[in-house]
């Protein structure tokens, strides 16, 4: 594509790389010359998200232009490296395709993997040997700290466990719970918001271990949770506003109520 009059009736992956260094380039878009890896890493967030709207709302068409927008990210990063000199996009695809070789010998070698077990094991194996990784520790800290915390606080955990740091049964991580929450609770009867903050921490890192336990995702199930308090929100508004009942000043034991009836109700 040279200019706006080379139009397709379908375009590749070479047309879109094509496209971001036109907007990239002098005579192009005025915003698009400007942005920065900084100034866009939190738009690649944002459309990574929509690409987990549209999964979890099982609408083929919104995923593909979601991806679409994640892809554009990746090529507009792209594009700010290979104007320096630093690497391409066919660069980023010859990575990736090396690495899942490498990591899949049971595929493009001669190990054994029947089982997904296996398989998990090869894989951490492998990425320890790649980046060099000699310890658990080492491991842990690869894990980006900018992942949501839930997320992180999980991954980290697993990792722990897989060198046998680890509670035998579920049991020593929900007393951990309660331990916590004492502690918690000290630190707010004395006021003390910096030991406030701390113990809330480490409360919600138990929770999290409760989660992985119980085999549940601590992010999903938050999200879950939080779907829940919306949706029975709503409901004790409706109910409120229906029998004449001011929210901001019935107190909390006539809102709780409604929010009991709702839950028996739902």
């Not at 706006?4 to 790389?17: A, E, Q, S, T, V």
């Not at 029947?114 to 520790?137: C, F, G, P, R, Y």
Request: with cysteine.
């Amino acid at each position: 594509m040279k200019n706006n009059r080379d139009f397709k009736d379908r375009y590749d992956c070479g047309d879109l790389m094509d496209i971001v260094k036109i907007l990239r380039a002098p005579g192009g878009c005025p915003w698009d010359r400007e942005q920065t890896h900084e100034s866009i890493k939190k738009n690649f967030i944002e459309e990574t998200y929509e690409v987990i709207e549209a999964i979890n709302k099982k609408e083929p068409a919104m995923l593909r232009e979601e991806l679409g927008d994640v892809l554009l990210q990746i090529a507009l990063h792209c594009e700010m490296e290979r104007e320096t000199g630093s690497f391409t996009f066919d660069d980023v695809c010859d990575e990736i395709c090396k690495k899942l070789i490498v990591r899949h010998p049971h595929v493009f070698g001669d190990v054994q993997a029947d089982t997904t077990e296996q398989v998990l094991t090869n894989w951490d194996a492998i990425k320890m040997a790649t980046k060099h990784q000699k310890s658990a520790a080492e491991s842990m800290a690869s894990v980006p700290r900018e992942l949501p915390a839930l997320m992180r606080a999980q991954k980290i955990q697993k990792k722990a466990a897989k060198v046998g740091f680890d509670w035998e049964q579920s049991e020593g991580a929900l007393a951990k719970v309660h331990e916590e929450a004492d502690e918690l609770r000290e630190a707010m009867a004395q006021g003390d918001s910096a030991a406030v903050t701390d113990e809330l921490g480490d409360l919600l890192f138990s929770v999290v271990n409760v989660a992985r336990f119980a085999d549940a995702d601590a992010e999903e199930a938050l999200t879950g949770a939080t779907d829940k308090f919306y949706r029975r929100f709503a409901k004790v508004e409706q109910l409120a506003n229906e029998r004449g009942i001011d929210m901001k000043t019935a107190g909390i034991d006539a809102l709780d109520a409604l929010w009991n009836e709702v839950k028996q109700h739902p």
